[in-house]
Nanobody, 126 residues
Framework: QLVESGGALVQPGSSLILSCTAS????????IAWFRQAPGKEREGVSC????????HYRNSLKGRFTIPRDDAKETAYLQMDTLRPEDKDVYYC?????????????????????WGQGTQITVSA
């Protein structure tokens, strides 16, 4: 089970850190990804970090503003979001990969991830 936390209402230009903590199933050997979804829209990939070498990958439009560290000792992954914009408003989900392989991480596709959290809401508004 994955649990996201850290969602909030923030002003444009703010920073925010989301956390994704695993319980019952270790995430150490799995790639971890963040996705986001707005009402009526498809879920889109935000970022992914591999399990083996912690290589990180990002949606092109988010590079430079978001980072995805992980702390395997704490069974936790994070999404550091800087310079938030109103268009970043979404429900954010974390997920772990279906299998203990990393080759798909750069694609950040929902299909490749099997365990999902319940989501956490971010709103960016003045």
């Amino acid at each position: 089970q994955l649990v996201e936390s850290g969602g909030a209402l923030v002003q444009p230009g703010s920073s925010l850190i989301l956390s994704c903590t695993a319980s019952g199933r270790s995430l150490v050997h799995y790639a971890i990804a963040w996705f986001r979804q707005a009402p009526g829209k498809e879920r889109e990939g935000v970022s992914c970090i591999s399990s083996s070498d912690h290589n990180d990958h990002y949606r092109n439009s988010l590079k430079g503003r978001f980072t995805i560290p992980r702390d395997d000792a704490k069974e936790t992954a994070y999404l550091q979001m800087d310079t938030l914009r109103p268009e970043d408003k979404d429900v954010y989900y974390c997920a772990t990969a279906r299998d203990q392989v990393d080759f798909f991480c750069s694609l950040i596709r929902p299909y490749d991830f099997a365990s999902w959290g319940q989501g956490t809401q971010i709103t960016v508004s003045a």
